[in-house]
């Protein structure tokens, strides 16, 4: 086994190689590609079983389909790394030195056999509804192939691109790659249907797909390169919508990843090396299911929900099963789980909705009609807040404008571990408002006293220090940095600056932001998130008809791409020093 070792894989660069292949080198081709990125995901980190999973599909793919006139779309793109080494790509795979020089996505800027960048899920089938919407309009004959899966067909959009697809009348050729699995375990309804399909091997009269008009074609053995190029030939260059239903083991070739395919979704550096386990520290994800299990055992109305991503919030396997009806997992479906627990609050029940910032922005109508116009008291839990160092198409940046701007909405911004569970326990409990918390990013702040503040009374900022000449105000997570500005202006200009906490992202303290103008000259804001229709933006149009300025610090309108933090936070002036001297030149 180790001597053909990138054997094969050496002579690949694109896809014309692998249509030269043998079977068995096609085969070896498969082990070959598999190990490489066993090596390197443990390596760097990375999507782990879903990639091992469709590793045979791929090469027959680009076995049988003519790349990238033939137009393959991913979804969700953590399933393409085989996929990036058959197109000219594998170097970053299988080279230490040039490791992580492509993203872990799709990105038509590497490569044109990638169509669209896309990061999140459920997209494909519409976007190649698009495509072959496209190419009937100009006179096109090209195959338009969508691969989803990994739990993609639990989102909404989804539905709405099979509904579509199905009366498209030309050829679109829809794989689902089903491995029994999404990040977590599979919900829904449609699930069901699947594994009847997948227990009759295909042949269920009960068939979510024909139903839907599709032509109709299950394998189970999806790691079976032979039978996978068989049935993509018999489909190619169709004249109508075709559904391949093809079985597949999430985390294939790793025993560990097979059994738990949860934990081996997505992994750290080292995670297949065997040590000692990592001690475990409280966390904002810890704090947050040890207050959810608390209040559920207090009053059975209360729930917890995620949309598939049970992970971003603390979670555990544990916490889930110990939860029972406390918990639902609405699946990979962000818009119906704003809705869903609109309506449980509307009817009495007191539902937390734990979802990561990057993925809340698919959420924008449901937030503000489903929702905020009906002020129903649905509590919302915004993970990972922060500007980041992250791919393109998993920044967590732009919550604020996204919720802030909501009318009825409150959204906070808690700074230490007691201000979050008093925020938390606040939100629960009334009645009034939906609410939103952005939970802190990082380890945890606590100051060991307890939070007495009344969160009722809205847009209320905290003076931490009292001081003149130089306020400043640090929302959540850039409180600290807050007091470090502090620390700067004093040493380096003698200032005694002013320190706010504002709580509020979703409104404005007046009354303390007109004390400010008798004895400051500057005010500063610090958000940690994207400047444009912020939270500091507000403080600025407050302040635009006297005489103090502000200066608001926070990151450009901008998608960055895996740019490491330090150097956003330069470039933004979001370090102590660059802000004193921004300050120092407004004051002169």
């Not at 079983?49 to 090469?59: F, H, Y």
């Not at 408002?433 to 060991?448: C, L, Q």
Request: aromatic share 8%; proline share 4%; net charge negative.
């Amino acid at each position: 086994m180790q001597s053909t070792i990138t054997n094969v894989l050496d002579r690949v660069n694109s896809p014309d190689d692998v249509k030269q292949l043998s079977l068995g080198e096609l085969n070896l081709l498969a082990d070959e590609i598999r190990q490489t990125i066993i090596k390197r995901v443990n390596i760097t980190g990375g999507h782990f079983g879903p990639n091992l999973g469709i590793v045979e599909a791929t090469i027959a793919l680009h076995y049988v389909f003519n790349s990238p006139v033939d137009k393959i779309v991913f979804d969700v793109s953590h399933q393409c790394y085989p996929h990036k080494m058959l197109t000219g790509r594998k170097e970053s795979f299988t080279n230490p030195e040039k490791y992580g020089i492509y993203t872990g996505y799709t990105a038509p800027e590497e490569s044109p056999h990638d169509l669209f960048k896309i990061g999140h899920t459920s997209t494909s089938v519409s976007l190649a509804t698009g495509l072959a919407k496209g190419r009937d309009l100009t006179g096109g004959k090209e195959n338009i192939i969508a691969l989803i899966g990994d739990g993609s067909l639990s989102g909404g959009e989804a539905y709405e691109g099979l509904n579509n697809a199905a009366v498209l009348g030309s050829n679109i050729i829809i794989i689902i790659n089903d491995n029994d699995m999404s990040i977590a375990e599979n919900h829904g309804g449609l699930y069901g249907n699947l594994k009847l399909l997948r227990d009759t091997n295909g042949q269920a009269e009960n068939n979510f797909f024909k139903a839907l008009g599709f032509e109709y074609h299950y394998i189970d053995e999806g790691h079976n390169i032979e039978k996978l190029i068989e049935l993509f030939t018999k489909v190619k260059d169709t004249n109508h919508p075709v559904v391949i239903h093809m079985h597949t083991i999430k985390g294939k070739g790793v025993e560990a990843a097979e059994l738990d395919k949860e934990s081996y979704h997505w992994i750290v550096p080292g995670a297949l090396d065997k040590k000692e386990p990592a001690p475990v520290f409280e966390s904002y994800e810890s704090i947050t299911a040890d207050y959810i299990t608390q209040k559920y055992n207090e009053d059975n109305s209360v729930i917890a929900i995620s949309p598939a991503t049970p992970g971003v919030s603390g979670f555990t396997k544990e916490f889930r099963d110990r939860a029972g009806i406390h918990y639902t997992d609405v699946g990979i479906a962000e818009e119906h789980a704003v809705a869903f627990s609109s309506g449980i609050a509307k009817n009495g029940g007191k539902p937390i909705l734990a979802v990561m910032s990057s993925f809340i922005q698919r959420t924008y109508d449901q937030l503000s009609q489903d929702l905020a116009l009906n002020s129903n008291p649905a509590t919302l839990l915004i993970f990972w807040g922060s500007i980041s160092g992250a791919d393109a198409t998993h920044l967590t940046c732009f919550d604020i404008p996204l919720i802030s701007n909501i009318p009825n909405m409150v959204y906070l911004a808690p700074v230490n571990k007691e201000e979050y569970l008093k925020m938390l326990d606040w939100s629960v409990n009334q009645n009034d408002y939906p609410v939103a918390i952005r939970v802190p990013v990082g380890n945890v702040i606590s100051t060991g006293v307890e939070d007495n503040t009344d969160y009722s009374i809205l847009n209320k900022f905290k003076v931490e220090e009292s001081g003149s000449e130089v306020a400043i105000i640090g929302l959540g997570n850039f409180f600290e940095l807050g007091k470090a500005v502090k620390n700067e202006l004093a040493a380096k200009m003698g200032i005694n600056a002013t320190l706010i906490n504002p709580h509020f992202i979703t409104g404005i303290d007046e009354e303390l932001l007109n004390s400010l103008k008798d004895n400051h000259k500057v005010v500063i804001t610090l958000e940690d998130g994207v400047l444009d229709g912020g939270f500091g933006e507000k403080i600025a149009r407050f302040y635009g008809n006297s005489d103090m300025k502000v200066l608001n610090f926070g990151a450009k309108k901008e998608f960055t791409d895996r740019i490491p933090l330090d150097v956003i936070y330069r470039n933004n002036h979001l370090t102590p020093d660059l802000i004193v001297e921004d300050v120092k030149n407004c004051l002169s």
